[in-house]
Protein backbone atom coordinates (compact mmCIF):
# COMPACT_ATOMS: atom_id res chain seq x y z
CA UNK A 1 0.00 0.00 0.00
CA UNK A 2 1.56 3.44 -0.73
CA UNK A 3 1.34 5.67 1.40
CA UNK A 4 0.92 9.43 -0.56
CA UNK A 5 1.19 13.09 1.16
CA UNK A 6 0.11 15.43 -1.93
CA UNK A 7 0.04 13.13 -4.45
CA UNK A 8 3.77 12.10 -4.11
CA UNK A 9 4.85 8.56 -2.47
CA UNK A 10 6.28 9.17 0.90
CA UNK A 11 6.60 5.23 2.01
CA UNK A 12 4.62 2.30 1.70
CA UNK A 13 3.02 -0.41 4.04
CA UNK A 14 3.37 -4.23 3.74
CA UNK A 15 5.31 -7.21 4.60
CA UNK A 16 9.06 -7.62 4.47
CA UNK A 17 10.25 -10.49 2.10
CA UNK A 18 13.43 -11.26 1.62
CA UNK A 19 14.00 -7.34 2.73
CA UNK A 20 12.37 -6.39 0.01
CA UNK A 21 8.62 -4.68 0.97
CA UNK A 22 5.90 -6.95 -0.76
CA UNK A 23 2.09 -7.04 0.02
CA UNK A 24 1.44 -10.56 0.76
CA UNK A 25 2.80 -13.98 0.80
CA UNK A 26 4.27 -16.14 3.91
CA UNK A 27 6.81 -13.93 5.35
CA UNK A 28 8.57 -13.46 8.81
CA UNK A 29 8.31 -9.30 8.86
CA UNK A 30 5.76 -6.68 8.40
CA UNK A 31 7.23 -3.49 8.16
CA UNK A 32 6.60 0.39 6.51
CA UNK A 33 8.98 1.66 4.66
CA UNK A 34 9.20 5.58 4.43
CA UNK A 35 10.98 7.17 0.99
CA UNK A 36 12.12 4.04 0.29
CA UNK A 37 14.96 3.99 2.71
CA UNK A 38 14.33 1.81 5.75
CA UNK A 39 11.33 -0.84 7.30
CA UNK A 40 10.40 0.03 10.41
CA UNK A 41 9.39 -3.50 12.07
CA UNK A 42 6.25 -3.98 13.42
CA UNK A 43 6.82 -7.25 14.94
CA UNK A 44 7.80 -10.93 13.99
CA UNK A 45 4.90 -13.47 12.93
CA UNK A 46 4.77 -16.71 11.18
CA UNK A 47 1.89 -17.10 8.75
CA UNK A 48 -0.15 -20.11 8.22
CA UNK A 49 0.73 -23.06 10.37
CA UNK A 50 -2.04 -22.14 12.85
CA UNK A 51 0.68 -20.11 15.15
CA UNK A 52 0.07 -17.00 13.77
CA UNK A 53 1.38 -14.61 16.46
CA UNK A 54 3.38 -10.67 16.41
CA UNK A 55 5.98 -10.55 18.83
CA UNK A 56 8.77 -7.76 19.35
CA UNK A 57 6.64 -3.96 18.12
CA UNK A 58 3.79 -2.48 18.00
CA UNK A 59 0.70 -2.55 15.92
CA UNK A 60 -2.12 -0.32 14.98
CA UNK A 61 -4.03 -1.05 12.18
CA UNK A 62 -7.18 -3.27 10.71
CA UNK A 63 -6.76 -6.98 11.04
CA UNK A 64 -9.23 -8.68 8.92
CA UNK A 65 -9.12 -11.92 9.80
CA UNK A 66 -7.30 -14.30 11.91
CA UNK A 67 -6.41 -17.89 13.10
CA UNK A 68 -9.64 -19.53 14.21
CA UNK A 69 -8.89 -22.85 13.83
CA UNK A 70 -10.37 -25.24 16.07
CA UNK A 71 -6.48 -27.09 15.95
CA UNK A 72 -4.67 -23.76 17.30
CA UNK A 73 -7.00 -24.07 20.66
CA UNK A 74 -6.91 -25.14 23.85
CA UNK A 75 -8.85 -24.63 27.30
CA UNK A 76 -12.03 -24.14 25.29
CA UNK A 77 -15.13 -23.01 27.38
CA UNK A 78 -18.76 -21.39 26.40
CA UNK A 79 -18.79 -17.90 26.53
CA UNK A 80 -19.97 -16.08 29.47
CA UNK A 81 -22.86 -13.76 28.98
CA UNK A 82 -22.28 -10.60 27.17
CA UNK A 83 -25.76 -8.96 28.17
CA UNK A 84 -24.11 -6.70 30.52
CA UNK A 85 -20.88 -5.58 28.73
CA UNK A 86 -23.60 -4.52 25.35
CA UNK A 87 -26.15 -2.72 27.59
CA UNK A 88 -23.33 -0.92 29.57
CA UNK A 89 -22.24 0.47 25.89
CA UNK A 90 -22.54 4.19 25.28
CA UNK A 91 -23.10 4.23 21.62
CA UNK A 92 -22.49 7.34 19.76
CA UNK A 93 -22.61 9.01 16.14
CA UNK A 94 -19.59 11.39 15.02
CA UNK A 95 -17.64 12.97 12.66
CA UNK A 96 -13.80 13.77 13.15
CA UNK A 97 -12.59 17.68 13.50
CA UNK A 98 -12.81 18.97 10.08
CA UNK A 99 -14.72 16.14 8.38
CA UNK A 100 -18.31 16.03 7.30
CA UNK A 101 -18.17 11.74 7.09
CA UNK A 102 -20.07 10.57 10.31
CA UNK A 103 -19.24 7.35 12.25
CA UNK A 104 -20.78 5.34 14.70
CA UNK A 105 -19.04 3.41 17.63
CA UNK A 106 -17.86 4.30 21.05
CA UNK A 107 -15.35 7.28 22.73
CA UNK A 108 -12.57 4.49 23.45
CA UNK A 109 -12.13 5.37 27.64
CA UNK A 110 -15.88 4.52 27.86
CA UNK A 111 -15.41 1.44 25.65
CA UNK A 112 -12.05 0.54 27.79
CA UNK A 113 -14.18 0.49 31.48
CA UNK A 114 -16.54 -2.03 29.87
CA UNK A 115 -14.00 -4.30 27.33
CA UNK A 116 -10.52 -3.19 28.19
CA UNK A 117 -8.91 -5.35 25.45
CA UNK A 118 -10.81 -3.81 22.64
CA UNK A 119 -8.99 -0.43 23.53
CA UNK A 120 -5.29 0.20 23.25
CA UNK A 121 -3.85 3.52 25.05
CA UNK A 122 -4.80 5.65 27.61
CA UNK A 123 -7.12 8.02 27.97
CA UNK A 124 -6.44 11.93 27.84
CA UNK A 125 -2.43 10.56 27.00
CA UNK A 126 0.22 12.83 25.73
CA UNK A 127 3.64 13.10 24.32
CA UNK A 128 6.65 14.62 25.92
CA UNK A 129 5.86 17.64 23.42
CA UNK A 130 2.90 17.90 24.67
CA UNK A 131 0.76 15.89 21.65
CA UNK A 132 -2.03 14.19 22.04
CA UNK A 133 -1.84 10.21 21.81
CA UNK A 134 -4.78 8.95 20.60
CA UNK A 135 -6.66 5.82 21.70
CA UNK A 136 -7.89 3.17 19.72
CA UNK A 137 -10.44 0.87 19.55
CA UNK A 138 -9.99 -2.65 17.81
CA UNK A 139 -13.95 -3.62 16.63
CA UNK A 140 -13.13 -6.93 16.27
CA UNK A 141 -12.97 -7.38 19.92
CA UNK A 142 -16.09 -6.60 20.81
CA UNK A 143 -17.90 -8.40 17.55
CA UNK A 144 -18.02 -12.08 19.77
CA UNK A 145 -19.81 -9.93 22.79
CA UNK A 146 -22.12 -8.90 19.91
CA UNK A 147 -22.63 -11.90 18.71
CA UNK A 148 -23.14 -13.67 21.93
CA UNK A 149 -25.80 -10.87 23.42
CA UNK A 150 -27.37 -10.92 20.05
CA UNK A 151 -27.99 -15.04 20.72
CA UNK A 152 -29.02 -14.64 24.29
CA UNK A 153 -31.34 -11.96 22.85
CA UNK A 154 -32.99 -14.02 20.22
CA UNK A 155 -32.94 -16.90 23.05
CA UNK A 156 -34.89 -14.75 25.31
CA UNK A 157 -37.35 -13.64 22.45
CA UNK A 158 -38.18 -17.29 21.68
CA UNK A 159 -38.82 -18.10 25.12
CA UNK A 160 -41.66 -15.29 25.37
CA UNK A 161 -43.24 -16.09 22.17
CA UNK A 162 -43.52 -19.66 23.41
CA UNK A 163 -45.06 -18.10 26.62
CA UNK A 164 -47.41 -15.65 24.57
CA UNK A 165 -48.64 -18.64 22.49
CA UNK A 166 -49.31 -20.95 25.37
CA UNK A 167 -51.51 -17.76 27.17
CA UNK A 168 -52.92 -17.48 23.80
CA UNK A 169 -54.72 -20.83 23.77
Known sequence: IDLRKDDVTVGSIGVK?????????????????????????????????????????????????????????ENVTPMASAWDYVKNFNMIEWSYIGEDKRHEGW????????????????????????NDVMQSVSKSSVVPKLAKALQEALLKIEQLEERLAKLEQ
Not at 107 to 124: F, N, T, W
Request: proline share 2%; net charge negative; charged share 25%.
Open 17 to 73: NNNNLTTGGNSSHAGIEFNSTSVVPLGDYNLGDGNTKWKDGNFSGTVFDGTSDYRAK
Open 107 to 130: YAHELQEVVPDAVSGVKDETDEDG
